[in-house]
């Protein structure tokens, strides 16, 4: 892991060459991703290789061979389901997952809109929520899921299954310390955006 | 036990019945479920995939609240829930930069105190007193116990079973008098949270998850988290239009529990399911005639 | 008034760049007790060791500071020199002026003061020096070798042809290892008992070797040249001398279905068994846990069965049988006692280590390591040389093999590579192919490591001619799915998953260390690493000495290897005792402590401090033979010289002789002064 001095030198884990991609990702997750020796056992195990087109292997071979671009245009980083099946697996303890949460962050950072639609949409619907109400209202979710770029006519044939079966409350619902969430949001959004 | 009970955001919503069941085999088995005052939600998959401070702030807010309402200990069931904020717990002891900035947003004392607990630890605990009071022989169900990835892995930060060959879920099963049958799929992904996102994917990893077990033999597969459930059981129709097979009844871990404790469909919300738990009944009134009693 | 001669060195520009070493010269020409003093452009040189011998004789030298190089480099060198023009040569001491001073500073006159104090540090202390002369005990030529595998073979010939006598030491019921249990080796694909078993036979036959199968070291004391071991030789509950190998008793014996261990599982023994039929040697052994007589001894008290004693026409079998120990004296212990196989399982011998779930934890059938494979291809095996699954006795059609289960695996807490697999594979996948004409064989692995003589055409053959198809990659995870085992791997070439219904999976495992070694290791003062392989002297210099005078290692013991780089270290370990045995005492430096028996008071906190196990008790008794002190003694033979036993010493009774208190403060006073 990058040491803070390196950070603050711009020198990465190799004390004479200038930081690299691959630095970026090691002080950030911990983890060294030259450690990768490419076996392929992450991706053997993933889930959702026969969807992506970069499997978890592949995106630890572009860290190392510091190809930032490749990576942030490319939408596997977004398919991943965060099962840690790679990560459990890694004889080297690369944390594959990890290290791709890391990279869908700096993609976000730099502004990137590699990330599918429905995902990207989803994933900052869920966020409204809880920054609406402290707690997720899955009606408004699912409302604002689709307005937002999710597929608008999807579901529809299930969701008054979901209300016949008491499964969906019309309610939003806002707790006492929403101010105390909303504040956690800013706080961490502001973070984020001192790294861009 | 007295624990500080976090439902998380789809207990009151699409997994109701999750929470109708464990609130009803609580009192039998003697668990004092105390909610935490104001929690708010863990972040999920959305926050941890897009901001990592977001992704350890948001539960750490919870475990905070629970330091200060005076819990030794958190029981989330869903388990997403559950990997959240042990995650949070484990990344806040193991780097200490993190630490100081979560402490810093959260304006709240907090010294990382409460350990976290998941449902499947829970109901393990609780064996002796589940097969003291098991009176509904489920001899004649078989049931495949499904435990999906985030209960079992990152292995450091669960760690109470092993992460390819876990066997806590079947030790319940077994106790409620029910009979665990092997699977190959039992820690395999169902899709997590992409069930409204990328529907065809959950629909391919259930699909794969549901032959097995019905190739194992198993009547239900009972299932320890809400996003498990949904993706099995909501989505099961989407699967079988594909392959016109039966259909199979996706259980939560309580709701077995409470079949063999005695308690009522009704009470453990199995008629809240999109696939039929009828089967299920059945198999259990078939059990009852037979009369085997522990 | 001592006659100290001084000699500084220019090392050509190393010394003399930096230091003015005419100036150091002078200033010691000044020092009180320098009877001459000088400078020289290269004091190695022969010329100016002859400058040293020279200036010796002239000027009546009683000491001798030569300032150059580390004493690491020359100091034996100068006390040659110094000895042959007849001055003791502990009276020759060096000055490090290159390495502590020339080679570390820049200011030319600071340094040159520094070399200056250095030189008179050095001055003062050889005032203090008294001569001494190097210790000489006696070597006992005979030779222990703990271990019958290929190493332990080849080191027990090789010393015992080289006029040594060998005492071999097997814990197995047979000599052979894990080699014997092989079918054939790389790269030549020689059947391996037909390369082994004539060595085996020799060494039973060898006039000068003693062979102690079924037989553990019990206890080593002494040093190197005299070393006294214990050897337990277990009760095999057959009289060695009167039986004759016939094996009436093992055809006679009804408990036949003991899983054996040198089929790996594979096959079945009976309770007094012989591991292979051209084992050696050729005595039965009975196994007193799985034997009825000994079960219902055990319970009743009573004795059952008793059919091989009946069955035995030479008297042989001998229920009472005891463990005994027998005592040898050796001067030189060889270790050669292998290696074991990594299992994948839950539970692990050792802490630090996991098994693979993801591959069942070796209780998915017809998955097996590669010792079993092994066992299927051998003629002599389980299966007469076919390979058959296990489970069911099918033929399989495809075999999926595993490179690096556990080597290279940080993870699992194995991060060396194991070296063989590699070639293993290979050999398995064509010998495969060979029995079984229209077998596929696949092969997941991560790198190819064939770096032997003839190594890497091995593999391309295997690949081009036998048609093994090799993917590059791993393997997630396998389960048994009905008559098959699907293996979830992937092919980092083409970039795609890759699914194979196998109908058996062979893992290519780790080496690792024997079971228990570490209790042996212990025994010998012989250090280890943390997977428990004994460590070397010096990786690259010294690979076949141990940081214990005398021990030697051969073979795997030590790291992964092969059997012809098992060969080439045993025969160097051999060499090296053949050369300790080829005088009839061993020298040893006397810069060793030495104990004032006047000032001793017995408390023994030197004993307890002695890495080497030097310190002995010595009775002092008066004329009468009435015991006065029981005192603490250096045995000269062991002591390294280390100083701990100094360093702890309450009372001031040891000394290290060279190191005394009086040349150290010596030489701090003349650097305070």
């Known amino acids: 892991m990058a040491s803070p001095e390196q950070q603050e030198t711009g020198h990465g884990l190799d004390q004479h060459a200038p930081a690299e991609l691959k630095d970026e990702v090691a002080a950030l997750t911990g983890a060294n991703p030259a450690r990768c020796y490419q076996c392929g056992k992450c991706s053997a195990g993933c889930p959702m290789a026969v969807e992506t087109s970069l499997r978890p292997h592949d995106i630890l071979r572009l ?109 939003p619902r806002r707790i006492k310390g929403v101010k105390d969430v909303r504040r956690i949001f800013a706080a961490c959004e502001a973070a984020a955006k001192e790294q861009q | 036990m007295k624990l500080g009970y976090y439902p998380g955001c789809s207990m009151h919503g699409t997994a109701r019945e999750f929470d109708e069941s464990l609130q009803a085999i609580a009192k039998p088995l003697g668990l004092e479920l105390t909610e935490l005052d104001d929690w708010s939600c863990c972040g999920a998959t959305s926050a941890h995939a897009t901001n990592r401070l977001l992704g350890v702030a948001l539960p750490a807010r919870n475990l905070a609240l629970a330091e200060q309402q005076g819990f030794k200990d958190v029981f989330a069931p869903c388990a997403a829930c559950y990997s959240r904020l042990a995650t949070a717990r484990h990344e806040m002891q193991e780097d200490a930069k993190l630490d100081a900035k979560v402490k810093e947003i959260l304006k709240r004392p907090f010294s990382n105190s409460v350990g976290v607990m998941n449902i499947v630890e829970v109901l393990r605990g609780l064996i002796p007193q589940i097969k003291e009071q098991a009176v509904q022989p489920l001899s004649e169900l078989k049931v495949a116990c499904y435990y999906g990835c985030l209960l079992l892995r990152p292995a450091e930060i669960t760690g109470f079973d092993d992460a390819e060959d876990p066997s806590s879920m079947e030790d319940v099963t077994r106790a409620t008098g029910a009979t665990p049958v092997e699977w190959r799929m039992r820690t395999e992904c169902c899709g997590g949270s992409f069930s409204l996102s990328r529907t065809g994917s959950v629909v391919r990893l259930g699909r794969a998850v549901i032959n097995d077990a019905r190739a194992a033999g198993a009547n239900a597969i009972v299932v320890a988290c809400p996003m498990c459930h949904s993706n099995l059981d909501f989505r099961q129709q989407a699967m079988g239009q594909r392959e016109g097979a039966t259909e199979m009844p996706i259980l939560y871990l309580p709701q077995l529990v409470g079949l063999a404790l005695g308690l009522s469909p009704q009470t453990l919300g199995l008629k809240r399911h999109f696939v039929s738990t009828q089967p299920v009944l059945e198999l259990v009134a078939a059990g009852a005639a037979k009369g085997e009693v522990k | 008034m001592p006659r100290i001669g001084v000699f500084i060195c220019h090392c050509g520009e190393n010394i003399a760049r930096t230091v003015d070493v005419k100036r150091v010269a002078e200033a010691l020409a000044e020092h009180p007790g320098v009877a001459y003093s000088t400078d020289y452009k290269y004091m190695c040189s022969d010329p100016g060791q002859t400058l040293v011998k020279q200036a010796i004789v002239e000027h009546k030298l009683d000491g001798v500071v030569v300032a150059a190089c580390s004493p690491r480099m020359h100091e034996k060198t100068f006390r040659r020199a110094a000895s042959s023009a007849g001055l003791n040569p502990y009276l020759c001491e060096m000055a490090n002026i290159r390495e502590h001073c020339s080679w570390i500073h820049e200011d030319r006159e600071e340094a040159t003061q520094k070399a200056i104090e250095l030189t008179r540090m050095m001055v003062e202390k050889v005032k203090y020096n008294a001569p001494m002369q190097a210790i000489r005990i ?141 084992a050696v040697p050729n005595t039965p052994t009975l196994d007193r846990e799985n034997c009825t ?106 075999i999926v093999f595993l490179q690096c289960i556990g080597s290279r695996d940080c993870a699992k807490g194995i991060e060396y590579c194991s070296k063989i697999c590699c070639m293993y594979t290979a050999k398995h996948a064509m010998l495969y192919r060979h029995k079984v004409h229209g077998g596929q064989a696949y092969v997941f692995y991560m790198d190819i490591r064939a770096n032997g003589k003839g190594y890497d055409e091995f593999v391309r053959r295997a690949i081009e001619e036998d048609g093994a198809k090799y993917l590059r990659g791993r393997v997630s995870k396998l389960y048994r799915d009905g008559e098959v085992i699907k293996v979830h791997g992937f092919d980092t070439l083409s970039s795609e998953p890759v699914v194979i219904d196998a109908d058996m999976v062979v893992l290519a495992t780790a080496m690792r260390a024997q079971p228990n070694i570490e209790a042996l290791a212990q025994k010998l003062s012989v250090s280890y690493d943390k997977h428990a392989f004994l460590n070397e002297a010096h990786p690259k210099l010294r690979p076949v000495e141990t940081n214990t005078a005398g021990v030697f290692l051969a073979g795997a013991v030590q790291a992964p290897r092969d059997i012809p780089d098992s060969v080439a270290m ?10 300790l045995f080829s005088a009839d005492e061993l020298e040893r430096e006397p810069t060793i402590a030495k104990v004032d028996a006047t000032i001793c008071t017995g408390c023994f906190h030197c004993e307890r401090v002695c890495p080497y196990g030097a310190v002995e008790h010595k009775e002092i008794r008066d004329r009468k033979g009435n015991l006065i002190k029981v005192i603490a003694d250096v045995n000269p033979g062991v002591c390294q010289g280390c100083g701990t036993c100094v360093a702890t010493c309450p009372s001031k009774s040891v000394e290290l002789q060279g190191f005394t208190d009086s040349q150290v403060f010596a030489e701090i006073n003349a650097l305070m002064g």
């Not at chain 3, 054939?184 to 020689?190: A, K, N, Q, S, V």
């Not at chain 3, 045993?570 to 050369?579: I, M, P």
């Open chain 1, 63 to 171: 860290i190392n061979m510091d190809q930032r671009e490749k990576l942030m245009e490319n939408d596997s980083i977004w398919l991943c389901l965060t099962c840690e099946t790679c990560a459990a697996r890694c004889p080297n303890s690369c944390d594959p997952a990890r290290v791709i949460d890391t990279l869908r962050e700096m993609s976000l950072a730099s502004g990137s809109t590699a990330a599918p639609k429905a995902i990207s949409a989803f994933h900052q619907a869920f966020l409204n929520q809880i920054k609406s109400g402290g707690r997720l209202f899955e009606v408004g979710l699912i409302a604002n899921y689709k307005f937002t770029g999710g597929a608008l006519l999807a579901d529809v044939m299930t969701a008054p299954g979901m209300f016949m079966r008491g499964k969906l409350a019309l309610k």
């Open chain 3, 138 to 278: 006696p070597v006992e030529k005979r030779a222990l070798v703990i271990g019958g595998g290929i190493a332990g073979i080849q080191a027990a010939l090789d010393l015992a042809d080289g006029g040594a006598e060998v005492v071999l030491v097997e814990k197995e019921p047979s000599i052979g290892g894990h080699m014997s249990q092989l079918s054939e080796t790389f790269p030549t694909l020689d059947c391996s008992q037909c390369i082994l078993t004539p060595r085996m036979v020799e060494v039973y036959q060898h006039p000068r070797i003693k062979l102690l199968t079924f037989s553990e070291v019990e206890n080593v004391e002494g040093y190197i040249g005299n070393f006294t071991v214990q050897i337990r030789r277990k009760a095999r509950s057959v009289d060695e001398d009167l039986c004759n190998g016939c094996g009436d008793c093992i055809a006679s014996c009804p408990v036949k279905k003991i899983p054996s261990e040198f089929e790996c599982g594979l096959g079945k023994r009976t309770a007094i068994y012989v591991p292979f039929p051209q």
């Open chain 3, 293 to 398: 007589l000994f079960k219902s001894r055990a319970k009743t008290g009573k004795d059952a069965c008793m059919r091989c004693q009946k069955a035995c026409q030479r008297g042989a079998i001998n229920y009472n049988q005891q463990d005994r120990i027998e005592e040898f004296k050796v001067g030189a212990i060889v270790v050669a006692t292998g290696f074991q196989l990594y299992k994948i399982t839950k539970e692990q011998p050792r802490p630090g280590i996991s098994g693979y779930g993801e591959y069942g934890y070796g209780t998915v059938p017809d998955v097996i390591d590669g010792l079993q494979f092994e066992r299927l291809a051998s003629a002599s095996g389980p299966t007469a040389g076919k390979i058959l699954r296990p489970s069911d006795g099918k033929e399989p059609k495809k």
């Open chain 3, 570 to 579: 045993a025969s160097a370990a051999a060499a090296k005792v053949l050369d």
